[in-house]
């Protein structure tokens, strides 16, 4: 055997990303008008649907309400049955469970959080402001 010449070596790195990396969209609507001071329990206020346009398990997504000493008292995320369309896409309801009354705070904050499955977790969330008089405000 006779001489194949020089022999080099080389390190490669292969650095693999993740192509399902989308965020998880929130949507919200008000379902009322008019937002009476005397709400009764199960009043649905709004309707959000959720959805991550990402395949498989990284597009499968969970939301809920973060909840604070008030929020806790007041309000309640619902899965909606029915309306789903993929389990990438999901709808809930934001529904009252406690009693408004006339001294209470000026201005709730309600934050909704939705999570995917990925790896890493994809987190989005959407900041609403309910005011004294009983308009949503997002933010």
């Known amino acids: 055997m006779g001489d194949s010449g020089p022999i080099a070596a080389a390190v490669v790195v292969i ?3 993740n192509k399902y990396n989308n965020v998880p969209i929130i949507d919200v609507n008000v379902l009322t008008s008019s937002l009476p001071k005397e709400w009764s ?8 649907s959720a959805t991550d346009t990402d395949p498989g398990e990284d597009g499968q997504i969970d939301c809920r309400l ?3 000493e008030l929020t806790s008292t007041k309000f309640e995320l619902e899965e909606s049955d029915g309306n ?3 389990s990438n896409s999901k709808q809930y309801m934001l529904v009252v469970i406690g009693t408004f009354p ?4 000026a201005t709730y904050k309600i934050v909704i959080e939705c999570k995917d499955y990925g790896n890493p977790m994809l987190a989005a969330s959407q900041v609403l402001y309910l005011n004294n008089q009983d308009q949503f405000f997002l933010k």
């Open 15 to 17: 650095d693999i990303e």
């Open 41 to 48: 329990l199960g009043t649905e206020v709004l309707q959000v």
């Open 66 to 68: 973060v909840e604070d």
């Open 84 to 86: 789903q369309i993929s």
């Open 102 to 105: 006339d001294y209470a705070m």
